[in-house]
Structure formats: C-alpha cells, structure tokens
C-alpha cells in the first residue's frame, strides 16, 4: 500500500489563508491531498477572470498591471522586483524590465521578434541543447540564418546546461552584445543561475526567460504562463534599453503573445507557496538521486546512451542506435494502460511519467524521457522495474514484459 507524507507546515499555512473557515488548528492532510486543495483554489479564481476592462490601473495576484485588452497588453504598472519574479533569488541588481507572456515559448518569440527589428541578422551561440522549439522558432523569425550571419548573442538553456559550460563564463560574455538565459527546468533561486546572474549582470545585456508551466504552479496544467527580465548592461544607454522594451512588447502584442489575467497564479507571491514549491522540486531531485544509481549496472552493459542533466528533472535514455523492431517493442511497453508509469508528454511531476520521443528537428534520433516524481520511495521499485525492461529489450532481451497493474 502506497502511503504520503503528512502535509508540509508551509502548506498547510498558505491554505489556512485561503480556507480560513475550514482549517483551524493543523488538519492532517497528506502532501497530495494539500496540493490538489490548491489546484482547485487556483482554477476556482481563474474561473473569477475580470474582462471588460478599459486603461485600468489593476492590482491582480500581488502585481500591479495596466491592463486595456488582452491580446495588445497586459504590462506593469510598476515593475517588480526581480525577488517578485524569481523569489528567493538573491541579486544586488534589478530587472529593468519584466513581462509575463501566454507561454514560455510566447515569451521567446516575442523576444526574438522584438531583437530582430534591431538587428537584421543576427544567430544564437547555444552552449548546450535547447528545446527544439528554440532554433525552430528563431529559423521561421529569422529568414533560416544557418550560416551564423550577423550578430551572435549567447544562448544558455537550462534543459542540458552543467557547471562546466560556464567555467569560463566572465570571458566569453566579452564576445557577445546579449546573453539569454531559459530558465524553466531550473527553481527560482537556482545556485547555476544565482552564479550566472552574479558574473554577468552590468556587463551584458541579460535576458532571462522562463516557462513557468514546468515548476512553479504545482503540477497543474490548467494554465500556461511565460517572463521574461530584462538585467540591462551598464553600459547600454537610457534610450537603447527603452527601445529595446517597446519592440519586445511590440512584438508580444503583434502576435497575440500578451497573458490574460487568468494565466497568472492567484498566491505567486506567497512566501508559503515559494517554500511548497522549492520543496517540491527538491522532492524531484531526489527521485532521480535515488533511482539512477540502481540502474548504473544496467546501464554500463546496455545500447543505450544516458544522460542525467545537472537539473535533476528529468533524465534521457537514447534509443538512436536501436533498430526499428525493438524500438516498437519498447513503445509497447511504456504504451501499456496496466503500466505503473504513465506514458505522458507532462511536466507535472506528481507521480512517475515517461515520454518516447524523436527530436523534430533531427528526426533519426529517438529518445526516452522519463521524469522524477514527488510519490516518494514507494514508487521507486516500479519505475526502476520499467526502466530494467526497457533495458533489457534493448539488449535483445527474450525476458516477457508484462506489468502488474498499479495504478498512475
């Protein structure tokens, strides 16, 4: 029998304000149990959107907005913090600018589009992989500039980053005018990005972008909800850093990229929720921590390639070098309702997910990717007990796959 911890403090204190009337004292709520209350508070007040609204100054979820029409804006009044974006994040600096989009990936093009009204040509300098969605949506923005014309700007990606690609970050900033950051698969406060943030912010032009959907709204998908920060250069003057605002949210207005006020979560700036969801994160880590060092054997006598990114979310298995009749075996397997581990294109996290995939924009690779989860050790043998066969089908493996039905 599966069983959950007892609800966090933290938790149990953010619903304490929101249900005032229904938690006196400290119910014994599970984790689970704490966080679907939650979820349900979240789409219950976006259920409660405000529409009709003409040049109102508005306060919504702890920000202060000018809000005229959806799809053309929805802007700061006054801007944040860059702690009100990135809680926990310590930095001696202010964002410049800050903008919620409809999407992480919204909020990129809008960056794109909005850099490219400046520069005619310009490519990225990507220090690791990025989501495919990245280059494909600068190739459609940016006339395909594969023979890297114009001006480079550095591009970092939390989905593959380690330590080692910015050993030497302080000199290679020299070499670019603008750095991007995507920081979705990294938690606010993030020490990588803490460092980043604290090497080059003054002496370039630092963007940084977030799809929020991934980490900070508790493994709800009701809602997507992308940022972007603007850390300016010191060096950039007044008047080239207003320009570059008004393109970006000339852009996020052109293509209909702008938020509406239902998209942003009602308890962002909560200090109970910022806890709730940093430990939440943490608990992912730890899964992958306790699982990947099971399968090490396996994994040293397999086909198969393995990659744990610093990030600790998810990890990859690839399927490349595997021939086509034992790729369908192994999709098979993860295909199976009875299965323990959800087949599922998800970021959600709450219990254990994988996701067989071919890269779009190199279609011979295959690839496996199967997330952490917040369940605890007690599903720990499961997921193991799938990745062991997938193994071991990749080896060629006579052993049968059925699995005991468990339950998502």
Request: neutral net charge.
């Amino acid at each position: 029998m599966i069983t959950f911890p007892i609800a966090a403090p933290e938790t149990i204190a953010l619903l304490e304000k929101l249900y005032p009337e229904c938690f006196k004292g400290s119910p014994k709520l599970t984790a689970i149990e704490a966080m679907q209350m939650l979820k349900g508070h979240m789409v219950q007040t976006y259920k409660k959107g405000t529409t009709n609204l003409t040049l109102e100054h508005l306060e919504h979820c702890g920000f202060k907005f000018i809000y005229s029409y959806t799809r053309q804006n929805l802007h700061f009044a006054e801007q944040p913090k860059l702690s009100d974006m990135y809680p926990r994040l310590e930095s001696t600096r202010e964002a410049y600018y800050s903008s919620f989009h409809s999407s992480g990936q919204a909020a990129i093009s809008s960056l794109f589009i909005g850099m490219s009204q400046i520069w005619t040509k310009f490519h990225l300098h990507i220090l690791s992989k990025t989501y495919f969605e990245t280059p494909l949506a600068l190739k459609l923005l940016n006339k395909g500039n594969e023979k890297k014309e114009g001006e480079p700007f550095l591009f970092i990606d939390s989905t593959s980053l380690e330590p080692e690609h910015i050993t030497n970050l302080s000199e290679l900033i020299k070499s670019f005018k603008i750095m991007i950051i995507d920081t979705s698969l990294w938690a606010w406060n993030d020490p990588l990005l803490q460092s980043m943030i604290d090497i080059a912010a003054g002496k370039i032009d630092l963007f940084l972008v977030r799809s929020h959907l991934k980490l900070d709204c508790l493994g709800g998908e009701y809602s997507t909800l992308g940022s972007i920060v603007y850390l300016p250069n010191d060096k950039t003057e007044h008047k080239d850093r207003d320009e570059m605002v008004e393109y970006i949210q000339d852009a996020s207005s052109s293509i209909g990229a702008c938020p509406g006020l239902d998209q942003i979560y009602p308890f962002y700036k909560e200090p109970e929720f910022h806890e709730l969801t940093l430990k939440r994160i943490q608990e992912i880590k730890n899964s992958l921590n306790r699982i990947t060092p099971q399968l090490t054997p396996l994994i040293d006598a397999s086909k198969i390639s393995f990659e744990v990114p610093y990030h600790r979310m998810f990890f990859f298995m690839n399927l490349t070098s595997l021939n086509e009749d034992i790729r369908k075996q192994i999709l098979k397997l993860v295909r199976l309702d009875s299965g323990p581990v959800a087949m599922i294109d998800s970021y959600g996290f709450d219990f254990p997910t994988i996701l067989v995939t071919n890269v779009r924009l190199k279609k011979d690779e295959y690839f496996i990717r199967m997330n952490g989860h917040i369940l605890g050790e007690s599903r720990d043998a499961e997921v193991i007990e799938t990745l062991s066969r997938i193994i071991q089908i990749s080896n060629k493996s006579a052993i049968p796959y059925s699995i005991k039905k468990t339950g998502a």
